[in-house]
């Protein structure tokens, strides 16, 4: 069973703490994405479950059974590195294959085990079995890489290699699949590609499965349910869609997307609305918090930009674009409004003006989408 439970991990390099009372309760068959920035320690979480780090306090369980002292190669755990770390003097196959000869060596006699040394030196040498052959081939059916068995890796594009290395952590069968930064030295387009055929075979293996990123669209886009991480703590796990709607800190709503910010004061509240003071602004909301220091949370989608004959919205501001930014399906607008600047995002239609700099513009926002925290 390929659930996986932390419970109170901390870990410590040369007195620094980088892993603070870690909590994650992982289930069987999930997609489950560890987000944040370099250095808060998601890599630190992902290399304790594998083994190559070891705790200095808590328990690392796998399937129900504690392995903090169980060694990395009995933990039933594939990796996917950043780097890929695949071999180059051999072909597709052979990668794919190596964990496989690496396990026939710890259950064969000396004799036989002469003969996996020496098919791992040269394959041509000393053939594989059948049973072998054929679960190394069907996982290369699997990534789409069948026709490529007998090239070097070198001679494959990064998508290639990427899956490459899937194929070799997926032949093992693991309990747990981890994935350190796996797309980060791909093309965007290559990204999306590839985001899209790990989550397919995610979903149709239902292998648990753990992937560190940095990058809040791979997360959103893949994961069942995300943990967001900075110095060394979770600061909120939940759905992707819960992360954005809801998000629990200023970091989590400017990380988990783009937002507009603003710092207020609520001065009263009526009938399920908020109404917060902002500079020489007062904006409705019908978010409702137990205090009266508040972050102001508003999306860029959320932010109407009116023509000069529409109607006012319960929250209208008047501002001046300062730089458009076309951006495909949608147009980016930076505007300023009294003394704060805020991002807005319109869909563009073919056809329609762009607004240039110096535009006046009116704005609304819905109370609805007014998040206070």
Do not use: W
């Not at 390099?13 to 870690?22: A, C, D, E, P, Y």
């Not at 970091?251 to 937002?259: C, E, Q």
């Amino acid at each position: 069973m390929g659930a996986v439970v932390i419970e109170q991990l901390t870990k410590d390099f040369s007195g620094v703490t980088v892993l603070q009372n870690i909590e994650l309760d992982i289930k069987e068959g999930e997609f489950f994405a560890l987000l944040g920035p370099s250095g808060c320690g998601k890599t630190t979480t992902m290399r304790c479950i594998a083994g190559f780090e070891q705790p200095t306090t808590g328990k690392i369980k796998i399937g129900g059974k504690v392995v903090n002292e169980v060694e990395p190669n009995k933990r039933n755990c594939g990796m996917v590195f950043q780097s890929y770390a695949l071999f180059p003097h051999m072909n597709v196959f052979d990668n794919v294959a190596y964990s496989l000869n690496i396990k026939q060596l710890k259950a064969s006699n000396p004799i036989k085990k002469i003969g996996v040394y020496t098919r791992m030196l040269n394959s041509k040498l000393v053939k594989y079995s059948k049973a072998i052959e054929d679960k190394v081939m069907n996982i290369l059916e699997y990534v789409e890489l069948a026709d490529h068995a007998t090239k070097l890796t070198s001679e494959l594009s990064g998508g290639q290699q990427q899956r490459v290395a899937l194929a070799r952590a997926l032949v093992m069968e693991p309990e747990v699949l981890l994935m350190d930064e796996p797309l980060s030295n791909l093309d965007q387009k290559l990204r999306h590609t590839m985001r899209n055929t790990i989550r397919k075979i995610q979903q149709e293996l239902k292998i648990t499965t753990i992937f560190v990123t940095h990058d809040q669209e791979e997360a959103m886009s893949m994961a069942d349910r995300v943990a967001v991480m900075k110095d060394g703590e979770i600061l909120q796990i939940g759905t992707p869609t819960d992360l954005y709607s809801n998000p629990q800190t200023p970091f989590i709503a400017d990380f988990v997307g783009t937002s507009n910010i603003l710092s207020g004061n609520i001065i009263r509240k009526e009938n399920g609305i908020s109404f917060v003071e902002v500079g020489d602004q007062q904006v409705k909301s019908t978010s409702d918090v137990d205090k009266k220091d508040v972050q102001i949370v508003i999306r860029p989608e959320s932010i109407i930009v009116l023509d000069k004959n529409s109607q006012d919205y319960d929250n209208y501001f008047e501002g001046e674009v300062k730089l458009s930014t076309y951006l495909g399906s949608i147009v980016r607008y930076d505007i300023t409004v009294g003394e704060y600047n805020l991002v807005a995002d319109t869909t563009y239609e073919s056809g329609n003006n762009i607004l240039q700099e110096g535009a006046k513009v009116k704005l609304g926002v819905s109370p609805e989408r007014v998040l206070l925290i």
